[in-house]
């Protein structure tokens, strides 16, 4: 089992800057990915970043050059730094973890953090 817990959400002026966390517990020797997805009103879940064991990252286009997703503490905790934050980058960001137990593979998801880009 892995538990996620999302942090750092919260009302930003368009242009700004913040910092989400998650942090990760239970099996986490199992997680081969971590990232971050973002939902907005009325819109499907998209993927923001994703980063492997490997330290290979992955990007929406959307927040390509912006956005900086990095590993703390091996894959215990994953953050995303959003730099340039406008109006569209509104939504409930989760976090989320693919793990590998022998064949078996799981997805699991966090809470959920508000982050709401507006003047």
């Known amino acids: 089992q892995v538990q996620l817990v999302e942090s750092g959400g919260g009302l930003v002026q368009p242009g700004g800057s913040l910092r989400l966390s998650c942090a990760a517990s239970?099996?986490?020797?199992?997680?081969?990915?971590m990232g971050w997805y973002r939902q907005a009103p009325g819109k499907e879940r998209e993927l923001v970043a994703t980063?492997?064991?490997?330290?290979?990252?992955n990007y929406a286009d959307t927040v390509k050059g912006r956005f900086t997703i990095s590993r703390i503490s091996a894959v215990r905790t994953v953050d995303l730094q959003m730099n340039t934050l406008a109006p569209e980058d509104t939504a409930v960001y989760y976090c989320?973890?693919?793990?590998?137990?022998?064949?078996?593979?799981?997805?699991?998801w966090g809470q959920g953090t508000q982050v709401t880009v507006s003047s």
């Open positions: 989320n973890a693919a793990t590998t137990s022998g064949v078996a593979t799981g997805s699991y």
């Open positions: 239970g099996s986490i020797f199992s997680i081969n990915v």
């Open positions: 980063i492997t064991r490997g330290g290979i990252s």
